[in-house]
């Protein structure tokens, strides 16, 4: 039995044991970041859960007293806020997993397994389950991508999904699939100046898509394994930097036009415009972004972005 140690005081503790309920595992509870290092030193634990907003506002020293002792110990930090408030904390400690409340039990357990054992971590089918459909697209040079999206939509379309925003799905699915093509295999510059490429023999990008009655899903997939979780981390605070020049711009009416540019905007399109998502790496293997899109879910806002990263740092 996996062993989860909860740090929350809040009344939503009991959300969190309900959906944790009857499976294998076991769920210690604490009222502090002082309680939950007590019982790291006393006992063995397989995760870490740990709400924002502890007593005393330690819950980023609790972050950073894992990090230090117990790196191998994975931690799920949750929140009611906007992560944006508070993301330079979240990058100057380097947290990869952040959940917005409430969170969806389906997700919450997909994370929470693949945190702990870091076993089928990629692939769609490990993410979404009873598939009726699953097809692949293979590219190999950068003029195949947007036929490539005009297709995948297409066949979702005629899956019977309903796209409330097809120009926001297809400019999600071509900025995280230039990247994969272009910064993955070393092509960056060619990307800043849009220069058409070719990879190299053996080289290529695959997106899967697939479908259950519902939800459709995607996947992006390179097999050079480059992206880090530090570059996750940087590209998606450099778009919160750039979105506070644009709205002090409004009130003060200087010209931010050189501190603008499209980093991280791929990555930030997809923390808040997929509901569900994982970012999944494996240095120099293999990095997989899986977008979960659910028929039923029209509520999800981009002030309730979440991150989900998961990173398997063991050999290769």
Request: aromatic share 10%; hydrophobic share 35%; proline share 2%.
């Amino acid at each position: 039995m996996k062993k989860i140690l909860v740090a929350d005081i809040s009344e939503y503790r009991k959300e969190i044991a309900e959906i944790y309920r009857g499976l294998d595992y076991e769920i210690t509870f604490c009222d502090s970041a002082f309680d939950a290092i007590s019982k790291l030193k006393a006992f063995d634990f397989d995760l870490v859960i740990s709400e924002v907003e502890l007593p005393g506002d330690n819950a980023f020293d609790l972050y950073e007293y894992i990090r230090e002792n117990y790196p191998y110990i994975p931690v799920i930090m949750m929140t009611g806020r906007n992560i944006d408030t508070f993301f330079s904390r979240i990058i100057t400690r380097g947290i990869g997993n952040v959940l917005h409340k409430p969170v969806k039990k389906p997700e919450l357990l997909k994370l929470t397994e693949k945190l702990i054992t870091l076993e089928n971590i990629f692939g769609l089918e490990n993410y979404i389950q009873d598939i009726i459909d699953h097809k692949k697209i293979r590219i190999t040079k950068s003029e195949h991508i947007r036929k490539a999206i005009s297709l995948i939509i297409e066949q979702i379309e005629n899956w019977n999904f309903n796209l409330t925003s097809k120009s926001t799905l297809n400019l999600m699915l071509n900025e995280m699939t230039i990247n994969a093509v272009y910064h993955s295999h070393g092509l960056t510059k060619e990307k800043l100046h849009r220069t058409p490429v070719v990879l190299g023999e053996g080289k290529y990008v695959d997106i899967h898509f697939c479908r259950n009655r519902e939800s459709y899903a995607i996947s992006i997939t390179d097999y050079n394994g480059k992206l880090t979780k530090e570059k996750i981390l940087e590209s998606i605070n450099a778009v919160i930097i750039q979105n506070e020049l644009i709205e002090k711009s409004f009130e003060t009416g200087e010209d931010i036009a050189d501190h603008i540019s499209e980093t991280g905007r791929g990555i930030d399109l997809v923390r808040k415009l997929s509901g569900e998502y994982y970012f999944i790496m494996k240095m120099n293997f293999r990095t997989e972004i899986i977008l979960i899109f659910k028929q039923s879910d029209q509520s999800y806002t981009p002030d309730q972005s979440s991150l989900k990263i998961i990173y398997d740092r063991r050999d290769s």
